[in-house]
């Protein structure tokens, strides 16, 4: 089974610093991807950032990084230089790499950027 | 706009009644997925379709649930007999099977519409 654990329900960060969102997962597969999502308030889940269980290169998209480690079943997602409209729920994702039928998703973390 | 759509955005029903919900998925899209979301927990997966073919489908999804996607194009998602425990955000997402993904790479990320909301009273 695969399973996908974000621990932190909640975390704020001030404005224009980097934060660290935890994602752990855990997969008997040897090859699988890994999803980052923003949920603002409005509902749409927004993708933000992919990374392969064989890419060698941790993911960067803009602002976001992923600190894959993978022999921790970790894929912590890093925003650098937070803005306001960061502001949102954000959820880890994984699936088969080969399968595209099913992502698992954790329960998401609440991030709230103070200015 | 060419993303996901969904309708209706929100839906207020009386328990026992049937409620149907739409979802138009991006156009070139052959992949569509139904999930729901409690609040304060991620998205739960329900259903899956490549094309007009359901083929796969969760526990969660009981006798009361029925999707379809004629044609291959957009989906509904029908509850009927509704209960007080389906009230939830119900996500349609989309996806093109193959190589395909942001920056060329083979991704497959789910494209999801704005959600629909019931409410079960």
């Known amino acids: 089974a695969q399973k996908i654990t974000q621990t932190q329900p909640g975390m704020f960060v001030q404005e224009k610093e980097a934060v660290t969102l935890d994602c752990t997962y855990d997969?008997?597969?040897?090859?699988?991807?890994l999803f980052w999502y923003k949920q603002p308030s409005s509902g749409e889940m927004i993708f933000l950032i992919y990374?392969?269980?064989?890419?060698?290169q941790n993911a960067t998209e803009g602002r976001y990084s992923l600190n894959f480690q993978k022999a921790r079943k970790s894929a912590n997602l890093v925003i650098s230089a937070s803005q306001l409209g960061d502001s949102a729920m954000y959820f880890c994702?994984?699936?088969?790499?080969?399968?595209?039928?099913?992502?698992?998703f954790g329960s998401g973390t609440k991030l709230n950027v103070k200015p | 706009d060419t993303g996901v759509s969904q309708n209706p955005r929100h839906k207020i029903t009386k328990r026992g009644q049937n409620v149907t919900f739409r979802c138009d998925p991006i156009?070139?899209?052959?992949?569509l997925y139904w999930y729901r979301q409690t609040l304060g927990q991620g998205p739960e997966f329900l259903t899956y379709?490549?094309?007009?073919?359901?083929?796969?489908k969760s526990r969660l999804l009981s006798d009361r649930f029925s999707a379809e996607r004629p044609k291959g194009s957009f989906s509904t998602l029908e509850i009927q007999r509704t209960e007080q425990g389906d009230s939830a955000m119900y996500l349609c997402?989309?996806?093109?099977?193959?190589?395909?993904?942001?920056?060329?790479?083979?991704?497959?990320?789910?494209?999801f519409g704005e959600g629909s909301r019931l409410t079960v009273l």
């Open positions: 997402a989309s996806s093109l099977g193959g190589t395909s993904g942001t920056s060329g790479k083979n991704t497959g990320e789910l494209f």
């Open positions: 997969t008997s597969d040897q090859s699988y991807g």
């Open positions: 990374q392969g269980s064989y890419d060698e």
């Open positions: 994702a994984m699936r088969g790499r080969y399968n595209f039928n099913k992502f698992y």
């Open positions: 156009s070139e899209h052959n992949r």
């Open positions: 379709f490549q094309n007009e073919a359901q083929l796969e």
